[in-house]
Nanobody, 125 residues
Framework: QVQLVESGGGLVQPGDSLRLSCAASGRTLTTSAMGWFRQAPGKEREFVAAISRSGAFTYYADSVKGRFIISRDNAKNTVYLQMASLKPEDTAVYYC??????????????????WGQGTQVTVSS
């Protein structure tokens, strides 16, 4: 199994940037498609971004396209989410996720194989 630990969350102002990290242990990340999801209070967990095993392909929710960038460093077993031009509606707990079988383009809440514990991102003035 894989253990995922997120870091980098915090309180920022609208328009600011933030970078989340997800460190994995217990399994080499090269065998997993990786993704980020988020869950705001009172809402369901939703897809944010995903990256293929090689890092060659990335996928984004429309709400973050052009503002967020997902990347991975397989040598460090780490996945990142660079967030820019943050908005109050980006406020949520952000979760790192691993998918062992399906391709990154198919990542969905229902088929994630491993979750991190989450990190809070709050965007407020």
């Amino acid at each position: 199994q894989v253990q995922l630990v997120e870091s980098g969350g915090g309180l920022v102002q609208p328009g600011d940037s933030l970078r989340l990290s997800c460190a994995a242990s217990g399994r080499t990340l090269t065998t997993s498609a990786m993704g980020w999801f988020r869950q705001a209070p009172g809402k369901e967990r939703e897809f944010v971004a995903a990256i293929s095993r090689s890092g060659a392909f990335t996928y984004y929710a429309d709400s973050v396209k052009g503002r967020f960038i997902i990347s991975r460093d397989n040598a460090k077993n780490t996945v990142y989410l660079q967030m820019a031009s943050l908005k109050p509606e980006d406020t949520a707990v952000y979760y790192c996720a691993a998918e062992f079988v399906s391709p990154a383009r198919d990542m969905d809440v229902s088929n994630v194989d491993a979750w991190g514990q989450g990190t809070q991102v709050t965007v407020s003035s």
